[in-house]
């Protein structure tokens, strides 16, 4: 039997602000880890910690104590710049409201992340149109933001996301602007490229939309208060 690889490792993390004299905490200790392959959905109301999660994840906020391992690499213990590169090869994000410059086209857009990553410019047309149509954009190619739907716009960011091959997807309310129809499409679709062996964390307030993953991470002020598989 192989032994899973884990891929995300919290020990002992949490996160607090200084409130003048007080302090809010977002994140209570918490010590939890994702195996390369998962597809983990995180759920709890707003202000439960989910998005503070994410962000110490990715290492958009340091912890307050403890270590965040991504892979081989101790994230809280990076530097600006360090994680600017880490992040560049390594984690792949997807926004509520989508990020995309509104004055480049949908190719423009999935090609960028690749000119910051130094990728052989006569190599990016091509594999940015590739994304694309893994993605059901590739007729859209050449429209801007503004041209696309809210679903259309969010197929273009998780092909952007995608631009530098990251092993770690993370989905930060990726349907929260979207209507019904167009999430479960979205849902669909990050179902679709853990299937392709992406490794995949959703943050997510609706719990149909969290069944779908393997495993369902329930936080409730700043904690970690259920952590179940499914049978997705």
Same mark, same amino acid.
């Given at each position: 039997?192989?032994?899973?690889?884990? /891929? =995300?490792? &919290?020990?002992?993390? %949490?996160?607090?602000? *200084?409130? @003048? $004299?007080?302090? /809010? =905490?977002? &994140?209570?200790?918490? %010590?939890?880890?994702? *195996?390369? @392959? $998962?597809?983990?959905?995180?759920?709890?109301?707003?202000? %439960?910690?989910?998005?503070?999660?994410?962000?110490?994840?990715?290492?958009?906020?340091?912890?307050?104590?403890?270590?965040?391992?991504?892979?081989?690499?101790?994230?809280?213990?990076?530097?600006?710049?360090?994680?600017?590169?880490?992040?560049?090869?390594?984690?792949?994000?997807?926004?509520?409201?989508?990020?995309?410059?509104?004055?480049?086209?949908?190719?423009?857009?999935?090609?960028?992340?690749?000119?910051?990553?130094?990728?052989?410019?006569?190599?990016?047309?091509?594999?940015?149109?590739?994304?694309?149509?893994?993605?059901?954009?590739?007729?859209?190619?050449?429209?801007?933001?503004?041209?696309?739907?809210?679903?259309?716009?969010?197929?273009?960011?998780?092909?952007?996301?995608?631009?530098?091959?990251?092993?770690?997807?993370?989905?930060?309310?990726?349907?929260?602007?979207?209507?019904?129809?167009?999430?479960?499409?979205?849902?669909?679709?990050?179902?679709?490229?853990?299937?392709?062996?992406?490794?995949?964390?959703?943050?997510?307030?609706?719990?149909?939309?969290?069944?779908?993953?393997?495993?369902?991470?329930?936080?409730?002020?700043?904690?970690?208060?259920?952590?179940?598989?499914?049978?997705?």
């Amino acid at each position: 039997m192989m032994t899973a690889t884990p /891929l =995300v490792q &919290l020990e002992q993390v %949490s996160k607090a602000y *200084d409130m @003048g $004299e007080a302090q /809010l =905490v977002a &994140l209570h200790p918490t %010590s939890l880890r994702i *195996d390369a @392959g $998962e597809f983990v959905a995180i759920v709890g109301p707003s202000g %439960s910690g989910k998005s503070t999660l994410l962000n110490l994840i990715t290492g958009i906020d340091k912890p307050s104590e403890g270590r965040v391992l991504v892979g081989d690499a101790v994230i809280s213990a990076l530097n600006e710049d360090e994680l600017a590169r880490w992040r560049g090869r390594s984690v792949g994000l997807v926004f509520q409201f989508f990020q995309l410059l509104p004055t480049l086209t949908a190719i423009e857009n999935v090609m960028l992340p690749m000119h910051f990553r130094g990728t052989y410019s006569g190599e990016r047309p091509s594999r940015a149109r590739a994304l694309l149509e893994q993605v059901g954009m590739a007729a859209r190619a050449n429209h801007l933001p503004s041209e696309l739907s809210g679903g259309e716009q969010q197929r273009v960011a998780i092909a952007r996301a995608l631009a530098n091959d990251p092993p770690l997807l993370l989905a930060d309310e990726p349907t929260g602007n979207l209507d019904t129809a167009t999430s479960q499409q979205i849902i669909a679709l990050l179902a679709a490229l853990h299937g392709e062996g992406k490794t995949v964390v959703l943050v997510t307030h609706e719990p149909e939309l969290a069944a779908v993953a393997g495993r369902v991470i329930h936080l409730q002020d700043g904690r970690v208060v259920e952590d179940r598989r499914t049978c997705a």
